[in-house]
């Protein structure tokens, strides 16, 4: 089970997450993506994406103000 | 899902709500209230003791009057020469409103058919001349509404001719005056016709301020739609307007509707405009639009 | 005096609040329907819409609160929605969403604020102005008055007015809450704080003489040409802006949501854009997605039900490009290639 990572960190909406969905739907099953992001629209926008796709949300940790670590694991 | 609501969000949701609901509050009633100068002006009822003047024509008065109502007919206050539709001079102003016999410091009631218009200039010449003259709000329409009787005896005769009068002349100014305070920027030039007339051409420099519309059926009209026109326009209580119209009686409408929103210092100039090209005003057709003031906006808070 | 600043004020921190809270965006809103089928962000926006329509009405029916509704200036509306609905999808934000943004520290946002003013100038007073008095210059009105659903119809505007209410109230129910993880409003929250705060801003902004609610497009210009034009002529709309940063700023920072926040060289570049076409759109339609598809629709304005459905024509058409076809086209690379049998 490896861990990848995606640093969307500045990008402007709706980049998180269309890099964020980019790259988790590329990754074969199984896999953890990491993204850090730092924007709290991207925060809802990506969890409630990522569960409505079928994907694992494993966790999510406040690591600043405004910024997010979101740990999913791809369906 | 987490929430981060320390005390100190929840006390500036609270506060922001409680400012939000006084903002409501404070609109809802500056919107709706009376007029702040209109009971000064404008009265429902003719108070005990007060004088009545009909200020319709002889016609209109011999078809039915207010009891013991005097007669100023608004027409017999302009002059009919060169200048036809202008205010007659205030020597012969002077000399009718004494002819009226009102006594100093009494009360006094105008009314006309119900539309205003003449009363409106009947009131407006009384005033410049010191007497406490209110209209009749509705005239012989409202009177006959309530159930009140007209009478249609004769003209009650004045016993007596006032004394001497003092015309103010700030209120109602002459052309060669209204050039001065034009000239030195004391007044704020209000044209108070519809906005198409007025951009065919207006005095240079005058502001639009479309109150011929609103003051029309003789009720005052409500705070918001008077403020609808004169707040774009900036006009405050220090603002010294110089309202100019069609004609006399409009000019006046237009004093009134504006003395009664709580605006002080008005000036009338009451010669038609027609009369006030001849008379040498500049004329201009561009738009004055009142947001090139960099006076900040303000409403007459009583 | 007081008075005026007091009220725009007080009604654009609230707004700044409430957007901040709840991560209001137009642009959002639209655009995720194509994007991941999400209506979240959308139905924030449609309650906010339908309280204020409500309430407007009402106060309009008792006599209690005039109302204005802007003019229908059909090819006006038409391409300037389009074109704010475009540069929106590219800035990343919508006027409302932009301003909110500037006030949690986003630069990129702060730049296509900046943006959106050149636009507003160049298409108001500019090389733009021709068009602009040449697409303005139509309009259909009814019988002198502005079109509003309820006069095209020749009705009463409640008859227009309990119709979209109940219908949209019925699917609003129907769509259930959502999790929310970054501590923000639930769109039933934020949507009915904007619809009563846009309720607010018309009875207090009308009671200073500009009868009209919430609205970006006409308050920042006033800024803008204040700034760069002199002669800054301060309404209750320019109030209105200054609370909208303030309380957007105090929201954020009270939630540790505020930082300094830089987006690379392109995207830069793709805000600034994006806020120049906001500009030119806003000014040519005579609004935005506040002043339009917020307070317009509470009037039932026929201007700003075009300006709306323009925006999201536009908004569309720009997020499906930037934003689907690639992933599609992705999608289809990646699935496996059967060798026929």
């Known amino acids: 089970m490896s861990l990848e990572t995606l640093d969307v960190r500045g990008e402007i909406c709706p980049y998180p997450l269309f890099e964020a969905r980019k790259k988790l739907e590329a990754l074969p099953s199984g896999t953890q993506l990491q993204v850090l992001i730092d924007y709290p629209l991207a925060l809802d926008n990506i969890t409630r994406w990522a569960e409505s796709a079928g994907h694992t949300v494993l966790e999510v940790e406040e690591v600043g103000a405004a910024e997010w670590r979101i740990v999913i694991e791809r369906a | 899902m987490r929430s981060r609501r320390g005390v100190l969000a929840i006390g500036l949701e609270a506060a922001l709500a409680a400012l939000l609901l006084g903002a409501a509050a404070a609109g809802v009633w500056q919107l709706n209230r009376p007029l702040p100068g209109a009971t000064a002006l404008i009265v429902r009822e003719i108070p005990e003791g007060a004088v009545v003047i009909d200020a319709r024509g002889p016609l209109a008065y011999r078809q039915g009057h207010l009891p013991d109502a005097r007669r100023l007919w608004a027409r017999d206050l302009l002059s009919f020469g060169e200048s036809a539709g202008a205010l007659a001079q205030p020597s012969e102003l002077e000399r009718k409103v004494r002819s009226l016999g009102l006594e100093p410091g009494g009360q006094v009631v105008v009314y006309d058919d119900g539309d205003g218009e003449e009363a409106a200039l009947v009131l407006l010449v009384l005033r410049s001349f010191g007497f406490d003259a209110r209209l009749l709000q509705g005239g012989v329409t409202a009177w006959l509404e309530a159930g009140s009787e007209l009478s249609d005896g004769p003209e009650p005769q004045a016993g007596r001719e006032s004394g001497p009068l003092e015309f103010d002349r700030r209120l109602i100014v002459e052309p060669d005056e209204a050039h001065v305070h034009i000239a030195e920027n004391e007044v704020a030039p209000l044209d108070v016709r519809d906005r198409a007339v007025y951009l065919a051409g207006h005095l240079e420099g005058a502001v639009n301020v479309p109150l011929a519309g609103l003051i029309q059926g003789g009720e ?81 808070w009583r | 005096m007081v008075v005026l600043i007091l009220s725009g004020l007080v009604v654009g921190l609230a707004f700044g609040y409430a957007l901040q809270r709840g991560r209001f965006c137009s642009n959002t809103g639209f655009r995720d329907i194509l994007l991941t089928a999400d209506s979240t962000m959308f139905r924030a926006w449609a309650l906010a819409v339908l309280v204020q329509l409500v309430g407007v009405t009402t106060l309009n029916s008792l006599g209690l609160l005039p109302v204005t509704v802007p003019p229908f200036w059909w090819a006006a509306n038409l391409l300037g929605g389009l074109v704010f609905g475009v540069g929106m999808v590219l800035a990343g934000g919508c006027s409302s969403g932009t301003c909110y943004r500037v006030g949690e520290g986003l630069a990129g946002s702060l730049l296509a604020l900046i943006a959106f003013g050149a636009g507003l100038l160049i298409m108001s007073r500019g090389a733009l102005a021709p068009l602009e008095r040449a697409l303005q210059g139509s309009v259909l009105s009814a019988e002198g008055e502005s079109l509003t659903l309820a006069n095209l119809l020749g009705v009463n505007p409640w008859w227009v007015v309990v119709p979209v209410v109940l219908a949209g109230s019925w699917w609003l129910v129907r769509s259930g809450g959502s999790k929310y993880r970054s501590g923000g409003w639930s769109w039933q929250r934020s949507g009915a704080a904007l619809g009563v705060i846009g309720i607010v801003a018309w009875l207090s902004s009308a009671a200073t003489g500009r009868v009209y609610g919430l609205s970006m497009t006409g308050p920042l210009r006033v800024w803008f040409e204040g700034i760069f034009q002199g002669g800054l002529a301060l309404d209750w709309g320019a109030f209105l802006i200054v609370g909208l940063f303030l309380g957007a700023f105090l929201s954020s920072l009270s939630h540790r949501e505020m930082r300094w926040r830089v987006p690379k060289g392109e995207r830069l570049m793709q805000s600034i854009g994006g806020g120049l076409l906001m500009g030119f759109g806003a000014q040519l339609a005579g609004g935005c997605t506040i002043g339009h598809s917020l307070t317009g629709l509470s009037v039932l304005s026929v201007a700003s039900v075009v300006t709306t459905a323009s925006i999201i024509g536009g908004a569309w058409a720009t997020s499906w490009w930037m934003f689907v076809r690639p992933v599609r086209q992705m999608q289809l690379q990646s699935e496996p290639f059967v060798a026929g049998d």
């Not at chain 2, 405009?273 to 003031?293: H, I, M, R, T």
Request: charged share 15%.
């Open chain 2, 220 to 300: 005052p009209p409500r705070w918001s739609a008077l403020n609808r026109v004169l707040g774009p326009a900036r006009i405050t209580e220090d603002t010294h307007p110089l309202v100019y119209g069609e004609n006399a009686a409009q000019a006046a409408m237009a004093w009134l509707a504006m003395a009664a929103y709580g605006v002080e210092h008005i000036h009338v100039l009451p010669d038609p405009y027609p009369v006030l090209v001849a008379e040498g005003f500049e004329v201009s057709k561009a738009d004055v639009p009142a947001a090139s003031s960099t006076r900040t906006s303000s409403v007459c």
